[in-house]
């Protein structure tokens, strides 16, 4: 029995039984409440000590975790100070309540001197109203939101800022929210350079849509172009044969009045020529000269008519030997007036060999007919340059006045009057017809009273069209040199 039991069985407390008169036993009823009451006791004192024991238990359990938080507390706080993004707790007017190093590092500010200045200071003036925007929808809801402002250090220097912020977990009265805060810079720069970029592509695309028009348009013109010189072509193809068989036919029907006035003079000259004084005489062989002038004029015209014929004939032309034929054509003038000829190796070249012989003859005659006193000297040169080969024939005559240079070569002109060597005004021209048949050139160097020397130039054969190989065939035997 307890002791409370046993003094309230003393002094008869609340709820005891009465006291037995002296000499009686005890009521059973009431030793059973006593003992009911000591077994609740006792039960009582068990659990008692029972939560005793768990309070201590989850004492220590409660200390351990407190001291595991505090550890965990102090790395995510290292973390927090070390790590390379920054971070930043603002109130709702900006105002900086926390900041790590690398967002201290990032504004280029001191840690003492960060606190309680606000995260506007260090925003551009123009991306203030943005950023109080930012802050507004932050504070509005826990939801993650992003930012893009240009941000300004404290040593004046500007960086592209990309932020992201939430509230402050736990923080139900909204009072402040936490941003992240990265150096987007280079992204930026990226990004900006990529829209350059797609902004020159667009131009450039552009720029090659109105090429590709411009080039379609060109190419429609010179479509166009070609099949009006294609007709031109043949407009002048057949203007050129026109003017051939106008040439024949001229030149025909003139030949034959001009037989019969030659032959009618011989025949006046034997039946009646003794018969004639002096002055009637002269005139009957004025006629017959003025006759075989025209004759050459006719055969001249002819040949000029005809030296723009269609290329169809070039082929090689060993120029050494239309040398030959062109001086054994002029076999006769040459032993008449004693002329020298002498020559370089001439080269060969792509060319109508019929029109060679008669460019290389009607030079060659040229200048023995305009010699001075004594036998005519004539020498041909040749010379390579670039792409053309250039033949020169040097004479030593009579020579041309100035400014005559280029005149010399157009049709009926002659320098002379009727008391200077004959000539129909016709060879030079022919020359310079069948030069530019053959895409030539001709010119003339010459002093008055030192002779001349006439120039032409013809592409050489690689550029003429008929192919690298055409020098290997076989060139023509050479004529028979003249005496």
């Given amino acids: 029995m307890s002791p409370a039991a046993r003094k ?35 039960g009582a004192a ?37 790590s390379p993004t920054g971070f930043l707790t603002v109130a709702r007017d900006s105002v900086i309540l926390e900041a ?40 509005a809801g826990d939801a993650v939101s992003f930012a893009e402002l240009w941000l ?51 131009a450039l695309a552009n720029e090659l849509a109105r090429a590709r028009e411009e080039s379609d348009r060109r190419a429609a013109e010179a479509e166009s172009g070609r099949k009006r010189l294609e007709h031109s072509n043949r407009e002048l193809e057949r203007s050129n044969r026109d003017l051939e068989q106008f040439a024949g036919i001229v030149a025909h029907d003139l030949r034959e009045p001009l037989r019969a006035i030659v032959g009618f003079s011989e025949l006046l000259r034997e039946r009646i020529g003794a018969q004639l004084d002096a002055t ?4 009957l062989q004025h006629v017959g000269q003025a006759a075989a002038s025209m004759q050459r004029l006719l055969d001249d015209l002819l040949l000029f008519c005809r030296a723009d014929r269609p290329r169809n004939r070039l082929g090689v032309t060993d120029l050494n030997l239309a040398l030959g034929k062109a001086l054994l054509n002029l076999r ?43 036998p005519p000297r004539i020498h041909l040169t040749a010379e390579t340059r670039r792409d053309e080969e250039i033949i020169g024939i040097r004479d030593e005559g009579i020579g041309i006045p100035p400014g005559q240079s280029e005149r010399i070569f157009q049709i009926f002109t002659r320098l002379h009057g009727r008391g200077g060597p004959e000539g129909t005004g016709i060879g030079l021209a022919i020359c310079r017809r069948i030069l530019e048949r053959h895409g030539g050139r001709i010119w003339v160097e010459s002093r008055p009273g030192k002779g001349s020397t006439f120039f032409f130039a013809l592409p050489r054969p690689a550029d003429s069209g008929l192919g690298p190989g055409f020098c290997e065939q076989t060139p023509p035997p050479p004529p028979p040199p003249p005496p």
């Fill in 8 to 42: 309230t069985r003393k002094t008869g407390g609340a709820g005891a039984a009465p006291a037995s008169p002296p000499g009686r036993r005890p009521d059973a009823r009431a030793a059973a409440t006593v003992r009911r009451l000591e077994d609740e006791l006792a």
């Fill in 46 to 82: 068990t659990e008692l000590a029972a939560l005793r024991s768990d309070y201590a238990s989850r004492r220590t359990a409660l200390d351990a975790r407190c001291a595991e938080m505090e550890v965990a507390r102090d790395r995510f706080e290292a973390l927090y100070d070390l």
């Fill in 100 to 139: 790590n190093t690398a967002a201290i590092e990032l504004l280029g500010a001191r840690r003492l001197g960060l606190r309680q200045r606000t995260l506007a200071e260090f925003v551009v003036r123009a991306h203030r109203k943005d950023l109080r925007a930012y802050l507004e929808q932050c504070f």
């Fill in 152 to 202: 300004q250090r404290a040593d004046g220097t500007r960086f592209h800022a990309l932020l992201q912020s939430r509230l402050t977990p736990g923080d139900v009265e909204r009072k402040s929210c936490r941003i992240s805060l990265w150096d987007n810079t280079e992204r930026w720069e990226a990004i900006e350079a990529l829209r350059a970029s797609e902004a020159r592509y667009h």
């Fill in 280 to 283: 009637s005489a002269g005139y």
């Fill in 332 to 374: 006769a003038l040459v032993e008449e007036t004693a002329a020298a000829v002498s020559q370089e190796r001439l080269p060969t070249v792509a060319a109508d060999e019929t029109q060679m012989v008669q460019l290389l003859q009607n030079l060659v005659s040229n200048a023995i007919k305009f010699r001075r006193e004594g």
